[in-house]
């Protein structure tokens, strides 16, 4: 099986562009679709990202998602940052076997 | 609008079984077009995918809970249910029941926590 490594915060002003990165330890990051999560405190998860780079309906256009396969990495972006967007993220895939693997999660803070 | 609400025990003694049940309403668990998940996060941490199940009945569970964890669905009720045994402290946690749909979990239930102590 495999890893996803978040890192574990990161900060950003409001307006600017953050990026969270989640690598993947063995096996092709191209090889199953990575999801992204937002998760706010005390309320369960909602998708960001899924399919890489697909944005749900609702989800603002601030939200991209990409993937690297010379670092083995996936990517979430969030532009024009609002202190909404403070929350939790997950980066999620599956492996060959199709069992849910998370990252361990990267706290946003907009301040 | 498709709604997920866990329910069950929110305190269970070690050693013994925990119990949930899923309800979903405004969708069908007989559906062919989705799977139902569970997942759990212990406090303060990180999310960890416990398993899922078919409308068929045909399940996949984490390799690491595997020995313990069994997923049912009772299409009858629109429900489905986890049972994870021989719990200790370190099975704390919220659980959450959502829905696959092609490898993303689209909609979850609001979460429950379950707390595990004598």
């Known amino acids: 099986n495999f890893m996803l490594t978040q890192p574990h915060s990161v900060s950003e002003s409001p307006g600017k562009t953050v990026t969270i990165s989640c690598t993947r330890s063995?096996?092709?990051?191209?090889?199953?679709?990575v999801q992204w999560y937002q998760q706010r405190p005390g309320s369960a998860p909602t998708t960001v990202i899924y399919?890489?780079?697909?944005?749900p309906s609702g989800v603002p256009d601030r939200f991209s998602g990409s993937i690297d396969s010379s670092s083995n990495s996936a990517s979430l972006t969030i532009s024009g940052l609002k202190t909404e967007d403070e929350a939790d993220y997950y980066c999620?895939?599956?492996?060959?076997?199709?069992?849910?693997?998370f990252g361990g999660g990267t706290k946003l803070t907009v301040l | 609008q498709v709604q997920l609400q866990e329910s069950g025990p929110g305190l269970v003694k070690p050693s013994e079984t925990l119990s949930l049940t899923c309800t979903v309403s405004g969708g069908s668990v007989s559906s062919g077009s989705y799977y139902w998940s569970w997942i759990r996060q212990p406090p303060g941490k990180g999310l960890e995918w416990i398993g899922y199940?078919?409308?068929?009945?045909?399940?996949n569970y984490n390799p690491s809970l595997k020995s313990r964890v069994t997923i049912s669905v009772d299409t009858s009720k629109n429900q489905f249910s986890l049972k994870l045994s021989s719990v200790t402290a370190a099975d704390t946690a919220v659980y959450y029941c959502a829905r696959d749909y092609r490898k993303r979990l689209d909609y979850w239930g609001q979460g429950t926590l379950v707390t595990v102590s004598s």
């Open positions: 063995s096996g092709s990051i191209a090889s199953n679709y």
């Open positions: 199940i078919y409308y068929s009945g045909s399940t």
């Open positions: 399919e890489d780079n697909q944005r």
């Open positions: 999620q895939s599956y492996d060959s076997s199709n069992h849910g693997v």
